[in-house]
């Protein structure tokens, strides 16, 4: 297995890259969907979710308000606290999972990793940074994904800084210009990524290192 990271803004192109890395043969391990994977319905996340902030936190289907969850947290830093410590354990034992399941196999495992700067994690062997300007960002938040520009722009503020992201990066994609132009650099960046050297069979997936950066959950739908 080769294991590297991918990051970027909200909104940078993550997905979109992770989309076009799947097409080349990539493994795609997407914080994100396990995330709201483990807080499905009958998950043990979802009853402790719902133990801890009470039924308000369960739409009508008896899914995970997600809208309702990020209205706890984010002015109460506590409910932040018991949030993460219900949710990112069971996100961080199915990512080991995953990667454990793969790590005799010779595939190039991307994971997909939103707040990556803020919360490292070591045990990759290279980081991506998906960069945009934040203008790219606000504008394609707002014209593709129908948020308002307030809301993008202090979405946005609440991540690590683009600069933040560049310090640590071993690949950089920039996703300014259009698909077109991204296309190049894809082929460039699977050069680099098969002539990683393959990790051993054993493979042992590091924790994230936890850090005070910021963490409040994006509710995307
Ligand atoms: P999030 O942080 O919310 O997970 P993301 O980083 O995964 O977002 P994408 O969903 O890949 O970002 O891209 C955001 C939006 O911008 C999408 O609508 C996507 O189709 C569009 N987009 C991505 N890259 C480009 C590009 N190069 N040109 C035009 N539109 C793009």
Do not use: C
């Amino acid at each position: 297995m080769i294991l590297v990271g991918l990051t970027g803004g909200i909104g940078s192109g993550k997905s979109t890259v992770s989309s076009l890395l799947e097409d080349k043969g990539a493994v795609i391990i997407d914080a994100d969907a396990i995330v709201r994977e483990v807080q499905l319905p009958g998950s043990p996340v979802l009853a402790k979710l719902a133990e801890k902030f009470g039924a308000e936190v369960l739409a009508s289907d008896g899914s995970l308000d997600r809208q309702a969850v990020a209205n706890i947290v984010f002015t109460d830093p506590d409910a932040l606290k018991v949030l993460n410590a219900i949710v990112h354990p069971a996100v961080g034992l199915e990512m080991n999972r995953r990667m454990i399941e793969q790590r005799t196999t010779n595939n190039v495992v991307i994971l997909d990793i939103p707040l990556l700067t803020e919360n490292p994690r070591e045990g990759l062997q290279g980081k991506i940074v998906v960069d945009v300007p934040v203008e790219v960002q606000v504008e394609r938040l707002t014209k593709f994904r129908g948020f308002d520009e307030a809301d993008a722009r202090a979405r946005i503020g609440r991540q690590a800084t683009r600069e933040q992201r560049l310090e640590t990066a071993d690949f950089v994609l920039d996703n300014a210009g259009d698909l077109a132009a991204l296309e190049p650099q894809i082929e460039k960046l699977w050069e680099w990524l098969k002539s990683l050297p393959q990790l051993p069979p054993d493979y042992e997936p590091v924790t994230p290192i936890p850090n005070a950066g910021p963490k409040t959950p994006d509710t995307k739908s």
